[in-house]
């Protein structure tokens, strides 16, 4: 580590391997490929982890074939600075491996167990190397899982486990690999894994190193247990000494709750609570908090490669963030690394967040229904395609009912699955709109709405704010006040907070102008004494989506917007163009 106690961790999020590739333990071309992005003539590793400071490079269980190995030797061999790499492999023979440990070259080979313990030659095992570098002297130290768990496993004949777990000590830093299940495994109530790590450091007391847990996993779902076991791993053997990362293949686990969304694919750096960690964001990853755990994690699901400075004490001057990640790339299908899609942080989340709510498996089913993905399609194909209102506009309006800026609301994209709800009924209802004929898209962030209909030149606003009635009273009488030369505008609003109860016997479905209706139309050289601004319940939008039809669903929210515009006509005249 550096004088700043932290280690450059690298994670290499791939794509998980075919179950074929797996059941022949062939080889992963793929994830060579990456590795020659990184270690190769590209050199991109050097760009994640810059000067000549040394790099923990991190790939998942069964990432390798055992026929890989002398390719990403050679590139471990070639890299000329320190390096720590640790990927699995398998499911690989126990012949095959004892004739690996056989082989000679220039990387001295190692097995991590016991002598009599290594593996049987008819037997299949899951497996992991792990090369120390540095340059003109490498060696590698091969480990087997210790557990045979297959529940969520490609079912493999002949699978066997080692009995050991592998600590690699360096000058200033203790790396514990642990390959997936290892780390559920308990017995007798004690977990397996903190047990053994526990065992180990008093063994070595007047050792006070820092400690790395690195589970290698190939989950391809969300569960509590996984999440438990980085739990128990971050506090039960030495809160204060102890960072556990994990590096899990791309299984773009998503879910619409965010308890459960937050953790992503579960690759990233994980700490017990209370160690102070600074909550500052990176495009690359995303930083969340539980009452037991603080953490940094992979904020791509997709293929994946990043890394920056782990740190395992925090203070405000020199070193306040988790895991400081400056630099990501993303993974091709072939392997070579490409241009990160998370530089927009506000884009992904968004993206993101429209995925959630029509495909994860625990969104309700009416954001599944070919109306609501529909009209969330619509917002998705704008954020998409990068032109005005770009994501984070849009979401700001919808939420707030102008950009942050203005609002003052400090929106942050991290920050934008906390009103889920809210973004959920809104750019839905904005969806729906936005396809009738003579509405477009307003590409001036300044203006009020996200919409605009340029016969009329009038603004269109959906809002659906996550405060009180009251706020948005307030906002739109400042509006009144503030915007007579603006645009007529119409506001589609909801207020969805905690204090938005209306007072008992008055209908939600009210339309509030805000002030009376004049008794008579103002004729059109008539200065305004206020802004022209006509509100309109959302839950009518809301109503509309109970047609499954989409023709259906076309004509009720046509039909909503007339009437939406013949209620502007009915305060302040007619503004056709």
């Given at each position: 580590?550096t004088?700043?106690?932290?280690?450059?961790?690298?994670?290499a999020q791939?794509?998980?391997?075919?179950?074929a590739i797996?059941?022949?333990?062939?080889?992963r071309?793929?994830v060579?490929?990456?590795?020659?992005?990184?270690?190769?003539?590209?050199?991109?590793?050097a760009q994640?982890v810059?000067?000549?400071?040394?790099?923990?490079l991190?790939?998942?269980?069964?990432?390798?074939g055992?026929?890989?190995?002398a390719?990403?030797?050679?590139l471990?061999?070639g890299?000329q600075?320190?390096?720590?790499?640790?990927?699995?492999?398998?499911?690989?023979?126990?012949n095959?491996?004892?004739a690996?440990?056989?082989?000679?070259?220039?990387?001295?080979?190692?097995?991590?167990?016991?002598?009599?313990?290594?593996?049987?030659?008819?037997r299949?095992?899951?497996?992991?190397?792990?090369?120390?570098?540095?340059?003109?002297?490498?060696?590698?130290?091969t480990?087997?899982?210790?557990?045979g768990?297959?529940?969520?496993?490609v079912?493999?004949?002949?699978?066997d486990?080692?009995?050991?777990?592998?600590?690699i000590?360096?000058?200033?830093?203790?790396?514990?690999?642990?390959?997936?299940?290892?780390l559920l495994?308990?017995?007798?109530?004690?977990?397996?894994v903190?047990?053994?790590?526990a065992?180990?450091?008093?063994?070595?007391a007047?050792d006070?190193?820092?400690?790395?847990v690195?589970?290698?996993?190939?989950?391809?779902?969300?569960?509590?247990?996984?999440?438990?076991?980085?739990i128990?791993?971050?506090?039960?053997?030495n809160?204060?000494?102890?960072?556990?990362?994990?590096?899990?293949?791309?299984h773009?686990?998503?879910?619409m709750q965010?308890?459960?969304?937050?953790?992503r694919?579960y690759?990233?750096?994980?700490?017990?609570?209370?160690?102070?960690?600074?909550?500052?964001q990176?495009?690359?990853?995303?930083?969340?908090?539980?009452?037991?755990?603080d953490?940094?994690?992979?904020?791509?699901?997709?293929p994946?490669?990043?890394?920056?400075?782990?740190?395992?004490?925090?203070?405000g001057?020199?070193g306040?963030?988790?895991?400081a990640?400056?630099?990501?790339?993303?993974?091709?299908?072939?392997?070579?690394l490409?241009?990160s899609?998370?530089?927009?942080?506000?884009?992904?989340?968004?993206?993101?967040l429209?995925?959630?709510?029509?495909?994860?498996q625990?969104?309700?089913?009416?954001?599944?229904?070919a109306?609501?993905?529909?009209?969330?399609g619509?917002?998705?194909t704008?954020?998409e395609?990068?032109?005005?209102?770009?994501?984070?506009?849009?979401?700001?309006k919808?939420?707030?009912?102008?950009?942050?800026?203005?609002?003052?609301?400090?929106?942050?994209?991290?920050?934008?699955s906390?009103?889920?709800?809210?973004?959920?009924?809104?750019?839905?209802?904005?969806?729906?709109?936005?396809?009738?004929?003579t509405?477009?898209?307003?590409?001036?962030p300044?203006?009020?709405g996200?919409?605009y209909?340029?016969?009329?030149?009038?603004?269109?606003?959906v809002?659906?704010?996550?405060?009180s009635?009251?706020?948005m009273?307030?906002?739109?009488?400042?509006?009144r006040?503030?915007?007579?030369?603006?645009?007529?505008?119409?506001?589609?609003?909801k207020?969805m907070?905690?204090?938005?109860?209306?007072?008992?016997?008055?209908s939600?479905r009210?339309?509030?102008v805000g002030?009376a209706?004049?008794?008579?139309?103002?004729?059109a050289?008539?200065?305004?004494?206020?802004?022209?601004i006509?509100?309109?319940?959302?839950?009518?939008?809301?109503d509309?989506?109970?047609?499954?039809?989409?023709?259906?669903?076309?004509?009720a929210?046509?039909e909503?917007?007339?009437?939406a515009?013949?209620?502007?006509?009915?305060?302040?005249?007619?503004?056709?163009?």
């Amino acid at each position: 580590m550096t004088e700043q106690a932290e280690a450059h961790v690298v994670l290499a999020q791939i794509a998980p391997p075919p179950q074929a590739i797996l059941t022949q333990d062939a080889s992963r071309p793929s994830v060579v490929q990456t590795l020659q992005s990184l270690l190769g003539a590209d050199q991109r590793l050097a760009q994640i982890v810059t000067a000549n400071r040394s790099a923990i490079l991190l790939l998942p269980e069964l990432a390798l074939g055992l026929d890989d190995w002398a390719a990403v030797d050679a590139l471990v061999r070639g890299w000329q600075r320190p390096l720590i790499l640790i990927s699995g492999f398998g499911f690989s023979r126990g012949n095959r491996i004892n004739a690996w440990l056989d082989g000679n070259g220039p990387t001295t080979r190692h097995g991590g167990w016991p002598v009599g313990e290594g593996p049987a030659a008819e037997r299949v095992y899951n497996g992991g190397w792990c090369w120390a570098h540095r340059p003109g002297a490498t060696a590698c130290v091969t480990f087997l899982k210790s557990t045979g768990e297959q529940h969520e496993e490609v079912h493999i004949e002949g699978l066997d486990h080692g009995t050991s777990h592998l600590a690699i000590h360096v000058d200033d830093l203790i790396i514990f690999p642990v390959i997936c299940s290892d780390l559920l495994n308990v017995v007798a109530g004690q977990r397996v894994v903190v047990r053994k790590i526990a065992r180990y450091l008093e063994d070595h007391a007047a050792d006070d190193t820092r400690v790395l847990v690195a589970g290698l996993l190939l989950q391809k779902s969300g569960h509590a247990k996984w999440r438990n076991a980085v739990i128990d791993v971050a506090h039960a053997i030495n809160a204060e000494r102890v960072n556990v990362c994990l590096i899990n293949s791309a299984h773009d686990i998503c879910a619409m709750q965010e308890d459960d969304d937050r953790w992503r694919d579960y690759s990233g750096m994980f700490i017990a609570n209370g160690r102070h960690a600074f909550a500052g964001q990176f495009s690359g990853v995303r930083r969340f908090s539980t009452e037991q755990i603080d953490a940094a994690v992979i904020r791509n699901t997709s293929p994946a490669v990043l890394g920056g400075p782990l740190r395992w004490t925090f203070n405000g001057a020199t070193g306040r963030h988790l895991w400081a990640v400056q630099m990501d790339y993303g993974v091709d299908g072939g392997g070579p690394l490409v241009v990160s899609p998370c530089q927009d942080r506000y884009r992904f989340e968004t993206l993101r967040l429209l995925r959630r709510l029509t495909d994860a498996q625990d969104a309700p089913d009416s954001h599944k229904t070919a109306v609501a993905r529909a009209a969330y399609g619509v917002i998705r194909t704008q954020i998409e395609a990068l032109t005005p209102p770009v994501a984070e506009i849009l979401c700001q309006k919808t939420l707030f009912g102008e950009a942050g800026q203005e609002s003052g609301s400090g929106l942050d994209a991290d920050r934008l699955s906390s009103f889920l709800p809210q973004a959920a009924v809104g750019l839905k209802a904005l969806g729906a709109l936005k396809p009738l004929d003579t509405v477009t898209w307003q590409t001036d962030p300044k203006q009020k709405g996200q919409l605009y209909v340029p016969a009329r030149k009038t603004n269109v606003l959906v809002w659906c704010y996550p405060d009180s009635a009251i706020g948005m009273g307030q906002t739109l009488r400042r509006w009144r006040a503030e915007l007579t030369q603006a645009p007529p505008l119409v506001v589609f609003k909801k207020a969805m907070g905690v204090h938005h109860n209306v007072p008992h016997g008055t209908s939600k479905r009210r339309d509030d102008v805000g002030e009376a209706p004049a008794a008579t139309r103002r004729s059109a050289d008539t200065p305004r004494a206020g802004a022209l601004i006509v509100e309109r319940s959302l839950e009518d939008l809301e109503d509309c989506f109970g047609h499954e039809a989409m023709p259906a669903f076309t004509t009720a929210v046509r039909e909503q917007f007339a009437a939406a515009l013949q209620a502007l006509d009915a305060v302040g005249g007619v503004h056709a163009a």
